[in-house]
């Protein structure tokens, strides 16, 4: 049964298990799912979307991916940046962030606080990719090359195709 409140604590949100990018890794960045989780398809009972919350400790990183799916950010504590495509942008907390289908991004903490996040995407969604070598090659050329790091998350699971 799906929760109608989730109560925040001083260490992330009342029966919320604290999680990384893979199961069973720990990582730096913790995640909380707070309202519904991941589905197969819309026909799947629970909530049609899915919230979560990223907590990104002093020097750390989201993951550096893209994915078919269109997702939005609302920064609930510090200061951060969000790389979206190739701009870079100073965020705080309240400030919105779109992200687009298939465009690359990344959340990174250069300050001395906690970076945290809401994430609002679809329950029923595609999964992370990696960039191209030739997307990384023009991100990392761009403004926001500078603030991009490759290998500060666990990159995504690599999924084989489904055959007809």
Known sequence: M??????????????????????????NVVR????????DGDGEAGPSNEVRYFALPPGTVSRLEKH???????????????VVG???REVRQHDVVYVGPLVPHQFVNRGEATFGFFCMVSAARDYSQE???DEL???M????????DPHGAPP?????????
């Open 68 to 82: 078919e799916h269109e997702h939005f950010v609302i920064v609930g504590e510090g200061v951060g940046h969000a």
């Open 2 to 27: 799906q929760r109608a409140f989730v109560e925040k604590t001083t260490d992330g949100w009342a029966d919320v298990e604290h999680e990384g990018y893979v199961p069973g890794v720990r990582t």
């Open 137 to 139: 090659a023009s991100l």
């Open 141 to 148: 050329a761009s403004p926001a090359g500078a603030y991009v």
């Open 156 to 164: 995504p699971r690599k999924r084989q195709p489904i055959s007809a």
């Open 86 to 88: 190739e701009t870079v």
């Open 131 to 133: 960039l191209t070598v």
């Open 32 to 39: 909380h799912t707070l309202v519904g989780g991941r589905k």
